[in-house]
């Protein structure tokens, strides 16, 4: 876990900001995960929904696994543009990951036994509720489900970590800290 200081909101230096690249996989997939993916999805009717799902992240995409009846899935189905929010509310760290998505079917419904979504589940399992997991699945294999892989529109994530406000919030000499960090990375992508 990296090293994280916020004894404040607001703190000058506090690191609070986007994500680094290398913590991102950390926290959506690490055993300590067991943060829920919320799902913003439209209905049939226009009006948006959120449902919050056990996820698995393989680096690219996210997989949940919905039920035959999951109204989701069907909202999917018809139009697979939605949102993703992973976030971890525990004060001072607050990480969260954010997403436009395309959502694909990747199978289903189908039962269990010779399934993708089995090994998915299995996974998730462990994660959210231990060793024991994919045990206390199994007499559920025989129902039938749905894999849902949820791809970030051009492989894009947003991602914040602390209890500070980004710098776009600020009027012009209101945060130069938060300025002379921005001017340090546009440096260093121009080098």
């Known amino acids: 876990m990296s090293e994280f200081r916020q004894d404040t909101y607001y703190e000058e230096g506090s690191n609070a900001g986007g994500m680094p690249d290398g913590h991102i996989d950390e926290f959506l997939r690490s055993p300590d995960s067991t943060w829920l993916l919320k799902l913003c999805f439209l209905k049939e009717d226009g009006w948006p929904m959120v449902v ?85 699945l199994k007499p559920s294999y025989s129902w039938e489900r749905y894999l849902v892989r949820l791809t970030p529109v051009g492989g894009e994530l947003t991602t914040w970590q602390g209890a500070d406000w980004a710098l776009r919030y600020f009027d012009p000499g209101q945060r130069p800290d938060l300025e002379a960090k921005e001017a340090a990375r546009t440096e260093a992508k121009q080098a």
């Not at 997989?63 to 971890?88: M, N």
């Not at 199978?107 to 462990?126: D, K, L, Y």
């Open 52 to 136: 919050p799902l056990w996820y698995q992240w393989d680096g690219e995409a996210f997989y949940v696994v919905g039920r035959k009846r999951s109204e989701w899935v069907a909202d999917l189905k018809r139009d697979p543009r939605c949102a993703v929010c992973v976030e971890e509310t525990a004060h001072p760290r607050i990480r969260k990951v954010l997403a436009q998505c395309s959502a694909e079917i990747v199978e289903g419904p189908t039962h269990g036994e010779g399934s993708n979504w089995v090994e998915v589940a299995n996974e998730m399992a462990i994660r959210y509720t231990g060793p024991e997991g994919p045990e206390q």
